[in-house]
């Protein structure tokens, strides 16, 4: 029995204790400036070196296509607006996508694509909205609050054959825990990753720029990571980073197993033991059973009928579950989702919107103390609205 149960796993997972031990190691030891000359720095720049052709193998790419950054904004920024300084033009991205690649296409005066009931990409509608003006597409390929996995393939298909001069961009931010981002992300020449998804600390992270894509640099100054991203580089982090990429790789299928599994167990006993509960994303079978397979494994979406997320994830924190309702609360009202509108979820379900994200560390007893929880604060404030 527990009486907690983290299950936020997509805003941060716990530190991987290998990675751990390399920021801990790296932090206690005589840090040198990797862009220096003396041993210390020739010892930094080794870490950072080293820490390139772990991810790049694990992204696909060359070494050299590494660009080290402070994590999945910065990376999705330097994407579009990068690319757009360098060869300015139209940008598109999905209507699902994180506000770290939204806001800057928006910002950009860039155009919006839907998304089907299921949050797949409409590549029809893609298709409508590219034209030799378009520079740069962006499409996530694992959404962060409905799991999603999008179709890079089909989508660069459609890029090549309506704007064949755009670049390709994709946030494998939410991806890289569960999927192979190296295949999946191959058409892709630009490619977003962040450490604190897959078990390394919070502030860094990479996007990968392929060989020959128009990028000019956000940041301007000592000419770090070949032009592209001025700025000392987080060497304790990236070393760290690269320790949890290597776990996550050596880990992957037995995690994707195991979470899976407990995820389906979440979902079939809040969907059995509540009236009005909605999986989102997730369509039954043939046989009613629901098919959870579009999605991450670590990924339940609920809309719960009849609550409000704000007083849910409030009683659920009493009680020592960690959720989140994937709405931003910036100005104290509940902002309802960009994503559950896009899928057409009409704003009074939405609002009963919770997302529970699973990970490396879950346990059965985490995933059965939740289910408790939840079934009995939906119950209390259900009663409360009677
Ligand atoms: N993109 C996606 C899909 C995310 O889920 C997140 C984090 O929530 C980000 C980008 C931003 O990453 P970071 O927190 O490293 O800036």
Not at 36 to 43: E, Q, S, V
Not at 215 to 224: D, E, I, V
Not at 280 to 292: C, I, K, N, S, Y
Not at 357 to 377: K, Q, S
Request: with cysteine.
């Amino acid at each position: 029995m527990t009486d907690r149960a983290y299950l936020d796993h997509a805003a941060t997972t716990p530190l991987r204790p290998e990675a751990r031990e390399v920021l801990v190691a790296l932090l206690d030891e005589e840090a040198g400036n990797p862009s220096g000359t003396h041993r210390a720095a020739r010892t930094a720049r080794r870490v950072v070196d080293e820490a390139r052709d772990v991810v790049a193998a694990a992204l696909g790419c060359r070494p050299g296509e590494v660009v080290f950054t402070s994590g999945g904004t910065e990376s999705d920024n330097l994407a579009v607006a990068g690319v757009h300084a360098a060869q300015p033009g139209v940008v598109v991205c999905s209507a699902i996508e994180h506000h770290a690649v939204l806001d800057p296409v928006e910002a950009l005066g860039g155009r919006v694509v839907g998304v089907d009931a299921r949050g797949r990409v409409d590549l029809d509608a893609l298709a409508a909205s590219l034209d030799g003006s378009v520079v740069l597409v962006s499409v996530m390929l694992a959404n962060n609050e409905i799991g999603v996995v999008q179709d890079l393939a089909a989508v660069a298909a459609v890029v090549q054959e309506h704007a064949p001069g755009a670049v390709v961009h994709t946030d494998a931010v939410q991806a890289f825990p569960w999927l192979d981002v190296a295949e999946l992300a191959a058409p892709a020449h630009l490619v977003s990753i962040s450490a604190h998804k897959f078990g390394g600390p919070q502030g860094v992270g990479a996007l990968v720029v392929r060989t020959g894509t128009p990028l000019t640099p956000l940041q301007r100054g000592g000419g770090q990571e070949r032009g592209r991203r001025s700025g000392t580089q987080n060497v304790a982090g990236i070393g760290a980073m690269a320790a949890a990429a290597a776990a996550t790789l050596r880990d992957r299928d037995e995690v994707v197993h195991r979470v899976a599994r407990l995820r389906d167990r979440l979902g079939d006993a809040l969907t059995a033991r509540l009236d009005g509960v909605t999986e989102t994303a997730v369509p039954l079978d043939a046989d009613g059973r629901p098919d959870r397979s579009g999605k991450v494994a670590g990924s339940c979406h609920v809309c719960i009928d009849g609550v409000e997320n704000e007083a849910l994830l409030f009683l659920l924190d009493q009680q020592g579950v960690a959720a989140s309702a994937a709405s931003s609360c910036a100005s104290g009202a509940m902002d309802p989702s960009h994503v559950l509108a896009a899928l057409g979820v009409p704003r009074e379900r939405a609002q009963g919107s919770l997302r529970l994200t699973l990970g490396p560390t879950t346990t059965e007893a985490e995933v059965d103390h939740a289910v408790e929880v939840v079934v009995r604060a939906v119950e209390r404030l259900r009663g409360h609205r009677r």
